[in-house]
């Protein structure tokens, strides 16, 4: 009885470590999901004010989503355009607004080099 209940013991410490060793699996980066969340965003701002601050959180989601190379760094520069201009707390002077509307076209055309048919 004593082994059986040793083997069970054991058996029962190995299931645990390995539950507990598990980690959970990273997000999924999808380039359509991160450019569905960019065309989301866009559109919700108000009168095509990037600055506006609307629906910010869509953004950072589609930052995060975005795969590792051009579509991520164009992403999270416009971000950062964006987080730059909330942060001044004013409209956005003449070049700063360029370098804005300039950032969201380059990701747009990440968006659409990688899902040609949206």
């Known amino acids: 009885m004593r082994i059986v ?3 069970a013991s054991a058996v029962l ?3 645990v470590a390995a539950c507990g060793s598990s980690k959970p699996a990273p997000p999924a980066h999808s380039a359509a999901a991160a450019c569905r969340d960019f065309q989301n965003w866009y559109l919700a701002q108000p009168s095509g004010n990037l600055a506006s601050g609307k629906d910010a ?3 950072t989601n589609a930052v995060h989503e975005a795969p590792s190379g051009g579509l991520y ?3 999270n520069t416009l971000q950062s355009d964006v987080d730059s ?3 001044a707390g004013s409209s956005l002077a003449q070049p700063e607004e360029d ?3 300039s950032a969201a076209y380059q990701v747009e055309q990440d968006c ?3 899902n040609p048919s949206s």
């Open 5 to 7: 209940t040793a083997a």
């Open 85 to 87: 201009t909330e942060t």
């Open 99 to 101: 370098m804005t509307v």
């Open 73 to 75: 760094s164009d992403m």
């Open 112 to 114: 659409q080099s990688v």
């Open 57 to 59: 959180g869509t953004l």
């Open 13 to 15: 410490v190995v299931a």
